[in-house]
């Protein structure tokens, strides 16, 4: 404000008190802040839902009242949290790439205003901010104001009700401000966000409207000549739409969230006295009938104003006046002109036309100080219906992170700005999921073992146990830098496991003989043979007795071969003393059948491992089943040992979060007869706070084998999908078969089909019991990328410089900084 008119005496704000501001003139205003539906979530019919409960709160509001919605957006730099020392190696590196990270943050404010009755209406020549005065003290009617706090409350209501809107009262501190932070009045006359420390800048009205050193300019919609010929409560957004499918946004989007700068976005309903609007339009009207004959102008006049009678009288429609402007700032006066043309484009998608404001901009602005909405120029508004101004009310706001501690870190699909995201825990907290088991479909090359590289490291550092079944190494480079267990086969160093080992605190408890009973039958006999009850009973004698043994001669190793031994020349004895006959159990015949895996034999190296040996307490362990999928020997005993891992992972780590994630090959697991445990396993590993993850590439891999089908997907309430544009023409069936809807399915679509080509990432759709439905992009830095990665060229780099530099960590480090410096150059 010019030094010749103090902001004190010029300032239309008389007091805040009782969560209410009072301006000078009598207004009396209630401020909310709202929390809106984040963006490119809702369905076409969530926003014709959302525009009717608009409409329903709004017509609550009572006569000389007004609705000012006001949407702030301010460009936000992301801070990178560098201070906790416990960050891990990767999750530094996250935080160093994403330090600065552009975006926009957005703020939402619903300002609700009681006019006195006996208030002079004001104009562009009739303002407070040229003449500012007390009103007189009778011009407050305590019954009127009684009417309109309940009229409030029950606009409060209605939207709260509605599931779209949260509305949250602003107190007095809130409005005012104090010593240590800015409220919201000081706020937007200095142009600060919520973060910024309370600053005082001087407003300029001459030569253009400057706070500060920002440069503002305005831009209305208040002529219905700039207005559109038809609104709605959505339209299209081409980017993310298909042939198939079409993308819905909030029609008022362009000049919201999808405008990439600060601004502030200002929406106006004033509700008159509909009588006298409905009087005043009547003599419009015949005025116009009269001096239709001089000019074909006024004749479409009078029909226009004709046709707004008569949907008002026989629709029973509510006219209202509106306003909406766009202001946005600038500290570079040289961007001014590419802002103006980012509005103009932005109003265009809305089929409207910017209209900059210059001589009336500061009289807009000072209308738009919470409180002061009343003193808006009513010369500057339209008149038009409850219905059509809605549709210019902007509907969404930005992504928003969890609170959670647990989860993973995506990125939003406008900006890439990081968030957190809670797919476990918090939905099944607020009754969306029922459990946490995923199923994660994604054809070759669309980032899939990507995401579930990122998602598993994610969860690992928050204390999961996890055990991965692979068919592809895609999880080799992630078990290394956390130093889990890697399993794997090949003909140097084949595949090592010792089921016979208990550590130190545990015991021979029930179910660890029966999975190793299990085993051994499993060795001993054929598919298709049977057991009878005397040989079960056998197995399990013998195991009771050899860790009696065991306990009683700690220098005996357990493991397959002392078993054996133990069997060979301590239990045989036994049975021959009691009389055992053969049909009851054939002790010769079991010993040579399991020679095989006895030192010696061909596979003695499969149950005597020596290392990696304490599997329950292991918090990261990869099977690597690629080399023997196809092994008749080898991959049923693999699946076992994988299987009584888990369960006993499942059932002995009591609060403990416990994942396991099989890839492709869930495919072979289910034909060696293992689909009962994996229908098992997703239907109970809820009940002891663990999640079963599937994840695969075709959806027909799921339809073969009909148990599964009906295991995984009807008892994976969280479902990922990643690019499906290959099977857009046949998408109908995977929809109905993950049973998505009409919105998720747009969504799915829409995946990778406007990514930011300055950026490196894919993006994936995440559905939560089809309740909340989104597409993230998973973007990470270079260090996360070398450590995911699938190619088989980087790997090998990546190996090469952990030789070179001892050490995994370093070796990545290594190579991302030379990455780094050859892209630069």
Known sequence: MSPSLPLLQTFPIYKVEHDCILSKQGDVTLAFEATLPEIFTLSDQDYEAFHQVLVKAIKVLPKNSLFHKQDWFFSQKHRADFENADLSFLTRSSERFFNERPSLEHTCYIMLTHKPVDRRPSSSLFSGLIRPHLVPADAVNPARIQEFLDSAGQFERILSDSGFVKLKRIDNDALAGTRKKAGLLERYCFLLSEKETPVIRDIHFKDGLQIGDQHCQLFSLSDVEDLPSLCGSRINYDKYSTDKTKFSVGFASPVGQLLSCNHIYNQYIFMDDVNKTIKQLESKRLRLQSLSTYSRENAISRDATNDFLNEAIGEQRQPVKAHFNVMLWTDSKAELKELKTQ???????????????????????????????????????????????????????????????????????????????????????????????????????????????????????????????????????????????????????????????????????????????????????????????????????????????????????????????????????????????????????????????????????????????????????????????????????????????????????????????????????????????????FKTVRKFYGEAIVVTQEVEDIISSPIVKQAIINNSDCKILLDQSKYQNKFDQIQELLGLTEKEKALVLSINKSNDPTRRYKEVFISLGGVLSKV??????????LAYTTEESEKMKVQAYTKKYGDIRKGIAALAHELRVGHSV
């Open 776 to 785: 993230y992009a998973t973007e990470v830095s270079l260090e996360e990328y």
């Open 343 to 681: 509005v103009s484009s932005a109003l265009a998608q809305m089929d409207a036309v910017a209209r900059q404001e210059t001589d009336g901009a500061p009289q807009i602005f000072w209308a738009g100080i919470p409180g002061n909405e009343a003193d808006f120029p009513m010369n500057e508004t339209f008149d038009t219906f409850a219905e059509q101004a809605t549709c210019f009310l902007n509907l969404e706001t930005c992504y928003r992170s969890s609170i959670s501690p647990v989860g993973i870190r995506l990125g939003d699909r406008l900006t890439g700005k990081p968030v957190h995201v809670d797919i476990s825990d918090e939905p099944v907290k607020r009754g969306i999921c029922t459990n946490r088991n995923k199923f994660i479909l994604g054809p070759s090359g669309s980032g899939k073992s990507f995401f579930t590289n990122h998602m598993v490291r994610s969860y690992y550092e928050q204390g999961t146990h996890i055990v991965l079944v692979d068919v592809g190494h895609s999880y080799k480079g992630l078990c290394d830098l956390v130093g889990g267990y890697y399993f794997t086969y090949d003909e140097s160093n084949p595949i090592k496991f010792n089921p016979f080992f208990i550590s130190g605190a545990d015991t021979l408890d029930t179910e660890k003989k029966e999975s190793i009973k299990t085993l051994l039958l499993a060795l001993w006999k054929k598919d298709d043979e049977t057991f009878n009850r005397s040989e079960y009973v056998a197995l399990s004698i013998s195991l009771q007795l050899y860790y009696e043994r065991l306990g009683k001669s700690k220098n005996i190793f357990p493991c397959f071969n002392t078993y054996y031994e133990f069997l060979r020349d301590e239990f045989v004895p036994i049975l021959k003393a009691d009389k055992v006959k053969e049909k009851d159990f054939d002790a010769e015949n079991f010993l040579y059948v399991l020679r095989p895996y006895y030192k010696g034999g061909e596979f003695d190296y499969l149950l005597n491992a020596t290392k990696n040996l304490d599997l329950l307490r292991e918090r990261f362990i990869v099977f690597e089943l690629d080399n023997i999928k196809d092994h008749p020997i080898l991959f049923p005993v693999v699946t076992i040992i994988i299987m009584e891992v888990f369960i006993s992972k499942m059932r002995k780590l009591k609060g403990i979060r416990k994942m396991i994630l099989i890839e492709e090959a869930w495919k072979a697991i289910a034909k060696e007869g293992m689909a009962e445990y994996i229908k098992y396993l």
